[in-house]
């Protein structure tokens, strides 16, 4: 098969490699549409160790299946994988399983290739009238639906009532937000400093998109970005007794205020993907369309996905996120 390869830093080769085969359990799928994930970025820019060169990266995806009990079934993928026994499966925060792992990881190779094998539990059946395109939204949205689901617990108030600030328009933020309207949220700010991607976002239905600074207060806020400076704004937003969730992984360390997070009894929680039942949730909100058209997507051809990587990374992308198509 022909895929985009992870080569060396800000190097995507897209050439011939082996045609992934099936185990039992697992089914083969044809891709058709895979989007590029923050953490794709990280680790073309030499930024995640859990991603050395090479390595097909990926895992935002939607295709046919090719062969099997599943054959000709269109599926959106769940990309985590996890044991199914261990005390966090069972309980139903299988996110947290010690023994996840996500394809685009050594040994799992991505979804930026013609095929992809996975797991048939991991796969969710797409309605014939909705596009495969739309349906590896399912990824980056169940991220914003896990956040927003434990925000809306740890808040003191409904949701309803709330005013929500999300940090970052790309696609989490954006997914954030969206799930944010879908949970009952009606004041929801996008805070977003690049004006080209600000004017896209004005386009979407939903929350309004404002640059750094201009809100001060919020009860709930979702850095979907998790940089030491996001993390400031956010602990400088939040009202006392509000929630911070926090998704991004940008970077490690730095930006929190302790001191103010402790004498305000702010709540911070991290989140990581989503579980099995968020991403199967956040599914079926593609399929029946409370999550809108989610027509902000821009679509390239697999084989220039280098030029893809390096034009979000020189900050020219207007589109919250760019879907590949082999």
């Not at 399983?97 to 930026?112: H, K, L, N, T, V």
């Not at 790309?170 to 879908?182: D, K, N």
Request: hydrophobic share 45%.
């Amino acid at each position: 098969m022909k895929a985009l390869v992870y080569d060396a830093v800000e190097t995507l080769v897209y050439r011939y490699m082996a045609d992934p085969v099936p185990a039992a359990g697992q089914s083969l799928i044809r891709i058709e549409a895979s989007g590029i994930c923050g953490s794709d970025m990280h680790a073309y820019l030499g930024h995640d160790e859990r991603r050395p060169a090479p390595v097909i990266l990926g895992h935002e995806a939607a295709g046919t299946v090719e062969g099997g009990a599943l054959d000709g079934k269109r599926v959106t993928i769940n990309p985590l994988t996890t044991c199914g026994l261990c005390k966090a499966c069972k309980s139903g925060r299988d996110n947290l399983c010690p023994d996840r792992m996500i394809i685009s990881m050594p040994p799992r190779e991505g979804a930026f290739g013609e095929l992809v094998v996975m797991a048939d539990r991991n796969l969710v059946e797409v309605p014939d009238d909705v596009p495969l395109a739309k349906a590896a939204l399912a990824e980056p949205l169940a991220c914003g639906w896990h956040a927003v689901r434990l925000g809306a617990e740890a808040l003191d108030m409904p949701i309803a009532k709330a005013r929500c600030v999300v940090v970052g328009g790309g696609a989490i933020g954006v997914g954030a937000a969206l799930c944010l309207r879908a949970f009952g949220a009606t004041d929801i700010h996008v805070i977003e400093p690049n004006a080209v991607r600000r004017a896209t976002l004005d386009t979407i239905a939903g929350f309004t998109a404002v640059e750094p600074g201009a809100v001060t207060e919020a009860d709930l806020v979702i850095d979907g970005v998790g940089y030491a400076a996001t993390r400031a704004d956010a602990t400088a937003i939040t009202r006392p007794g509000g929630v911070i969730m926090h998704i991004g992984l940008g970077e490690a360390t730095g930006g929190l205020d302790i001191r103010r997070m402790t004498l305000q009894e702010i709540t911070f929680i991290g989140t990581y993907t989503y579980t099995a039942q968020d991403f199967r949730d956040t599914a079926a909100a593609i399929f029946d369309g409370r999550l809108g058209a989610l027509d902000w997507t821009e679509e390239r051809p697999l084989a220039e996905g280098q030029q893809a990587f390096a034009d979000i990374r020189a900050g020219v992308v207007a589109a919250p996120k760019i879907i590949l198509r082999p």
